[in-house]
């Protein structure tokens, strides 16, 4: 850089710190780099290219600037949805019969109540039982 850019830069480098630092808790050195990368950055003068530009040779792309991936295959994504509409219903349809199905069995099923010293008939069913003895 000659005497004259450098002047040029650190006009334009001063500017932008004064801008950002807060003169009371003097943090100016906190906002050194982000001035520096905003400089670096920049949109060029119609007579002389970014400094970005001179190292990379291509204009900077910022993140906020990075185009998104369209998506373009939409039929795969749709098979998707269908498939999982068709899950969430067939799941929806099981547990609705589920519920239908303890409702019926809880109506038929008898409720006893036993009390302390109740005499009671123990059923076993014999072909269950082990044959050695």
Sequence with gaps: MTNGQTE???ATFSLALAELWDEEANNWN?????????YNTGEPTPTSPS????????????TIETKQPKITQTEPLLQIYSEIKKMFSETYKSK???QLTK???????????????QLMVIV??????????
């Design 8 to 10: 040029r830069f650190n």
């Design 103 to 117: 409702k019926r069995y809880d109506q038929n099923k008898s409720n006893p109540k036993y009390s302390i010293d």
């Design 51 to 62: 400094p970005f530009q001179l190292m990379f040779g291509r204009r900077s792309r910022l």
């Design 124 to 133: 076993t069913d014999v072909s269950k039982q082990d044959s050695n003895p």
């Design 96 to 98: 609705y019969h589920n």
């Design 30 to 38: 906190d906002f050194v780099p982000t001035c520096v990368y905003a």
